[in-house]
């Protein structure tokens, strides 16, 4: 009933930057906090940065003070924008957004994933 669609992943090189986007469709009503998630080949999936309808951000520690998240309601979208990249931030990264069960049988929907390769 929600649908996630990332963009604006690609190849970088160490301490370049890249911006990528979210766009959400269909129940978007129902939609609270927004975030953007990672998983490297290995790794559990983790939380890089999420905000809630209100603007409020939290960050993991690797990414804070190097990445930034922001949303449009308006148009229901997420952005990341990620500066200073470094080789182990490539992951695939992936958009989540919470639901409002008030309004959705969902908790949670995630896109399917845009690709960051960090290398020279």
């Known amino acids: 009933q929600v649908q996630l669609v990332e963009s604006g992943g690609g190849w970088v090189q160490p301490g370049g930057s890249l911006g990528l986007s979210c766009a959400a469709s269909?129940?978007?009503?129902?939609?609270?906090?927004l975030a953007w998630y990672r998983q490297a080949p290995g790794e559990q999936r983790g939380l890089v940065a999420s905000?809630?309808?209100?603007?409020?951000?939290r960050y993991a520690d690797s990414a804070k003070g190097r990445f930034t998240i922001s949303r449009d309601n308006a148009k229901n979208t997420v952005y990341l924008q990620m500066n200073s990249l470094r080789p182990d931030d490539s992951a695939v990264y992936y958009c989540?957004?919470?639901?409002?069960?008030?309004?959705?049988?969902?908790?949670?929907?995630w896109g399917q994933g845009t690709q960051v390769t960090v290398s020279s």
């Open positions: 269909g129940k978007v009503g129902g939609i609270v906090d």
């Open positions: 905000i809630s309808p209100g603007g409020w951000t």
């Open positions: 989540n957004a919470e639901m409002d069960l008030r309004y959705s049988e969902v908790s949670e929907y």
